[in-house]
C-alpha cells in the first residue's frame, strides 16, 4: 500500500476536488491525519473578486466563503484520507449548523481552518465535520457541517 501524504499542495488539492479560481479557496492542507483532522491555509488576497463588492471602502471576506474554505480543507483531507487523487470525485454540502463570526477576515490575513471529523470514515459517503477558523490564533469563525462524498462515473 502506498503512503498517504500528510500534506496537500495546490497541484493535489486541485486533483482531488473540482474548484477553481474564482472559487478555489484552499491554498494548502497541512497536518493531515486520515479519516480524523486537517488544518487548511487560506492566504486572504485583495485582489479576490469577492472584494470588488463586498465592501470596496472597507473589504471582509464573506462569512459563506470562510465557511465553503474549511468544507473544501474537508474535502480535500477526506480526499487524500480516500486515496481519491484523480478520481473525479464531487462534494456537496448537505447541512451547515451552530454557524458563529467572531472575528473580520481582510485582505493580509493568513486564514488557518482547524477541520475535526465528527461522523464518517473512509468509504463513507456522508461526513460530518467541526471546523474552526482562525487569523493569528483569534477564532474568525465555526460551524458544523456535513458533507456528502460522490464519485462521478
Same mark, same amino acid.
Given at each position: 500500500?502506498?503512503?498517504?501524504?500528510?500534506?496537500? #499542495?495546490? #497541484?493535489?488539492? +486541485?486533483?482531488?476536488?473540482?474548484?477553481? $479560481?474564482?472559487?478555489?479557496?484552499?491554498? +494548502?492542507?497541512?497536518?493531515?491525519?486520515?479519516?480524523? @483532522?486537517?488544518?487548511? &491555509? +487560506?492566504?486572504?488576497?485583495?485582489?479576490?473578486?469577492? %472584494?470588488?463588492?463586498?465592501?470596496? @471602502?472597507?473589504?471582509?471576506?464573506?462569512?459563506?466563503?470562510?465557511?465553503?474554505? !474549511?468544507?473544501?480543507?474537508?474535502? /480535500?483531507?477526506?480526499?487524500? @484520507? *480516500?486515496? !481519491?487523487?484523480?478520481?473525479? *470525485?464531487?462534494? $456537496? %454540502?448537505?447541512?451547515?449548523?451552530?454557524? +458563529?463570526?467572531?472575528?473580520?477576515? /481582510?485582505?493580509?490575513?493568513?486564514?488557518? !481552518?482547524?477541520?475535526? /471529523?465528527?461522523?464518517?470514515?473512509?468509504?463513507?459517503? &456522508?461526513?460530518? %465535520?467541526?471546523?474552526?477558523?482562525?487569523?493569528?490564533?483569534?477564532?474568525?469563525?465555526?460551524? #458544523? %457541517?456535513?458533507?456528502? *462524498?460522490?464519485?462521478?462515473?
Amino acid at each position: 500500500m502506498t503512503d498517504l501524504p500528510t500534506t496537500a #499542495d495546490i #497541484d493535489l488539492i +486541485k486533483r482531488l476536488i473540482p474548484h477553481r $479560481y474564482p472559487f478555489l479557496l484552499v491554498d +494548502k492542507v497541512r497536518d493531515i491525519v486520515h479519516g480524523v @483532522s486537517a488544518v487548511g &491555509v +487560506k492566504n486572504v488576497t485583495f485582489n479576490e473578486p469577492h %472584494f470588488q463588492g463586498h465592501f470596496p @471602502s472597507t473589504p471582509i471576506m464573506p462569512g459563506v466563503t470562510i465557511i465553503e474554505a !474549511m468544507a473544501q480543507t474537508a474535502a /480535500v483531507m477526506v480526499g487524500v @484520507s *480516500m486515496d !481519491m487523487a484523480d478520481k473525479n *470525485m464531487l462534494v $456537496y %454540502f448537505m447541512a451547515i449548523d451552530a454557524c +458563529k463570526f467572531r472575528r473580520k477576515v /481582510v485582505p493580509g490575513d493568513v486564514l488557518e !481552518m482547524s477541520i475535526t /471529523v465528527t461522523r464518517g470514515k473512509p468509504g463513507a459517503k &456522508v461526513w460530518r %465535520f467541526h471546523g474552526v477558523g482562525t487569523v493569528e490564533g483569534e477564532v474568525a469563525a465555526e460551524a #458544523d %457541517f456535513t458533507a456528502m *462524498m460522490d464519485l462521478q462515473g
